[in-house]
């Protein structure tokens, strides 16, 4: 699925985390993808958006984002049907080898990524990855963007709002 045609946009400041489910989950499932190819699909993304927002911050105060479980929880929704579940972990510092980031990614499943600076602060999706860089949907601006993998494992990554990787969101293996 490419996403930068797409040109799509968080609705407003709080809806990072529901923007990447809904674009992750358009990835994982072919049937919930279709949506953005509707004649409406701007009105239905948007209205998606909140719905995600409402179902995965039951308890926890939506001004303050999406958490990870809640994150983990709506991709899993998409991903069911094709037996696979997601679940976070928390990035390890500058020894991250991100082998489970990067296997997941090149074997076509996105990966969340939470980013911040002193506290986690935005959601960005990762979509692909080479060698050297991982292509991350920043939904904020719509765009896919190039982000070093060397400046993630250091917390150096620009482009992406902040610099410092908190946790991830991927298929789990179990």
């Known amino acids: 699925m490419k996403i930068a045609p797409l040109h799509l946009r968080q609705r407003d400041t709080t809806t990072c985390g529901p923007t990447v489910a809904v674009v992750a989950g358009a990835i994982v499932d072919p049937a919930y993808r279709l949506s953005l190819t509707a004649p409406d699909a701007d009105v239905w993304f948007e209205a998606e958006q909140g719905r995600v927002h409402l179902s995965v911050n039951r308890v926890w105060p939506r001004a303050l984002g999406t958490t990870p479980v809640g994150m983990a929880r709506a991709v899993t929704a998409c991903s069911r049907g094709r037996g696979v579940s997601y679940r976070w972990r928390l990035w390890r510092g500058r020894r991250d080898g991100l082998a489970d980031v990067l296997s997941a990614v090149r074997s076509g499943w996105p990966v969340a990524m939470l980013v911040g600076r002193f506290l986690p602060r935005h959601w960005v999706l990762i979509v ?47």
Do not use: K, W
């Open 128 to 174: 692909n990855a080479s060698d050297d860089e991982m292509h991350c949907y920043e939904p904020s601006s719509g765009e896919v963007r190039a982000v070093s993998i060397d400046m993630v494992r250091q917390a150096r990554m620009t482009g992406l709002g902040y610099r410092r990787p908190f946790g991830f969101v991927l298929p789990s293996s179990r």
